[in-house]
């Protein structure tokens, strides 16, 4: 996979890229990653990106014409005038192929960011982040959107960190670049649940021991211990995904009696109120 990003920031990216997973990740040929200086494609002596807002109002909005110049250098100019004739009034492509490069934004309006869509832009080959920052872009630059993605209700002080995140969970999804080949399979959201509690040595540590199943050897007890503790936990933390998870079906009969035992009893039960 590439993954490129475009941004006034691009050294904001060395320490991330260049440790743990993304590092193992571009030395195994899995990922390789490109930062690009929207600077480089200005041409005034201040290398401006940003400019006053028509209409007035606070703040700097990022200029439509270094983006699309830096998008025509880096993917080509037929490829721009391509997406533009396509481009649907709402400005983010419905129909993308997992070959063809993919042009990400990060911005409030985008669809919520969860782990399925870390999924879908896993299976793409090419992914071109587009950064934000001071008041935001251009309207006109989303033209270019293949997903217009946010991370939640609140505010960053530039895309680049929300591209980091985002990138991670693509990256991490990728054959081979985890070291267990489990490690995504067992991760809290993958299944739809948030992960269940992990322990490592000692058994004992400050009075506080580890629960007894996991040291017993038996696996199918283990099994069904660590998905009780995925129910309960996600029970009450988030219970929309129990919702979902119900309604994909993706709850088994035994789930279903758990969860049960968690109901708390009705009010006035104990004093046999009827």
Known sequence: MLIETLSTFPHMYDSVMGESMMKRAQEKGILEFRAHDLRDWTHDRHRTTDDDPYGGGAGLVMKCDPIFEAVEAILGKEFVEAKLAAAPPQGESQQRSSAAPQIV???????????????????????????????????RVYTLADHVISLGDYVLTS?????????????????????AAEGPVDESFTSGLLEYPQYTRPADFRGMRVPEVLTSGNHAAIARWRREQSLARTAAARPDLIAAAEAAGRLTPADQKFLKLLEPAPTGAAEGVS
């Open 105 to 139: 934004f990060l911005a409030p309006q985008g669809r919520p960011f969860d782990d399925a869509y870390a999924d879908k832009l896993a299976a793409a080959d090419h992914l071109l982040f587009i950064c934000g920052h001071y008041e935001g872009i251009d309207e």
């Open 159 to 179: 895309g680049e960190l929300a591209s980091m995140v985002v990138i991670d969970a693509a990256v991490r999804k990728l054959p081979g670049v985890l070291g």
